[in-house]
């Protein structure tokens, strides 16, 4: 994905001055060299946001990647565990096994 030119935190700026309606949005985006179409997604994303919340997104976002890393590495050790369990003959545990009531 192409790197943005501009920080969450300017753009939420950009956002804000929109929101104040001292300038249009057409010449708010001419005077920061984006396009409206850059201007309705980055109001999607970003509406009603402050820059503390956008650093938040972003920790959350990085955090929520390496969860999903870890969860993928985990998959693929079991799946190479049972894997190895049935070339020698061993029938892995099935999911729902354990303690019966």
């Not at 938040?56 to 955090?63: G, N, P, S, T, Y």
């Not at 590495?73 to 019966?100: D, Y």
Request: charge should be positive; charged fraction near 30%; hydrophobic fraction near 35%.
């Amino acid at each position: 994905m192409k790197k943005s030119k501009f920080t969450e935190e300017q753009v939420v700026r950009i956002l804000q001055e929109a929101e104040a309606g001292q300038v249009t949005q057409v010449e708010l985006c001419r005077r920061h060299g984006i396009s409206q179409n850059t201007f309705y997604v980055w109001k999607r994303k970003y509406s009603g946001m402050q820059t503390e919340d956008v650093r938040r997104l972003r920790e959350l976002e990085a955090e929520n990647a390496a969860l999903k890393r870890i969860v993928a590495n985990q998959a693929l050790e079991l799946e190479a565990t049972g894997k190895l369990l049935r070339k020698n003959g061993f029938r892995p545990p099935s999911a729902g096994r354990g303690p019966s009531s």
